[in-house]
């Protein structure tokens, strides 16, 4: 592990979990990822990837629902927040202005070399969340969260932040070793929207002549994002070896998932409580 510079800012790293919603992450248990802290139930400010992470880019990570509370209020705390994640004192919502994106804050005003690698092609390099970033790539495979950190450097001259936008836990939750003949295949929806790497991202569910979409196949799918995120918990703990301690985490989802509720399956155009409810757990290692 590399040395610990103590007079330095925090390495701070954004995990993304791409369509993992709560009860999801909590069914799996991670053991290693508990160690960051208690794991919340938060809401995501969109339902769909892009939109969502253009939020978690403008240092809007998912958030509580407190009452009687006015919303400037709330921003005000939660970038505060970015004091501890970043090991400074000097943060607040106005530090953002005039551009308003954390990646162009951290690169220009703090000193931070800024990475990015991203899963979902809509994402891709050549959209607009590839500001301020020093490198921004899309991975060969949308599921290979290892390929990621093996990738991952860590210098003592400047901190680093880094962007994970991991996409095990995104339809069809299937892990890198996987060969894609196996990939489960969805039939039955009505008014589908894709993504441009042709994964389905959401609709109402349907009969269809060929095949009905039971519950018992939404269940199988919602077991198999289970599944991804316990194999992504032993990855994260080969993360969490490599990191210098400085390192602040947060690990979390840009949306949740449907899996049959109300007729629905996936995600995107969908108003539903399970597409905004996304794990959210963060801190120093323990």
Known sequence: MPRKNRSAPNNYILIIFDSCRYDAFVNAQPKVMRRLGQVEKRWSYASWTAPSHYNLLMGLLPHQSPRQVFASEYYKKDFLKYNERLGSKKIEFKSLVPQLYFPVFLKHKMGYRTHAMVSL?????????????????????????????????????????????????????????????????????????????????????????DKFFNQKALDDLRQRQIDAVQYLDNVVEELFDLVPENTYITITADHGELFGEEGFFGHGPIQHDKVFEVPFVEGKLR
């Open 121 to 209: 092609p809509v994402l891709n390099p050549k959209t607009i969340l590839n500001s301020g970033f020093d490198s921004y790539q899309l991975m060969d495979k949308h599921n290979d969260m290892r390929a990621m950190v093996k990738q991952m450097k860590f210098t003592e001259d400047k901190p680093s932040f880094y962007v994970l936008n991991v996409g095990e836990t995104h339809y069809p939750y299937a892990l890198p070793d996987e060969p894609p003949e196996l990939w489960p295949r969805i039939s039955g929806v009505h008014g589908v929207f894709k993504h441009l790497d042709e994964h389905v991202v959401g609709g109402k569910l349907v009969e269809s002549k």
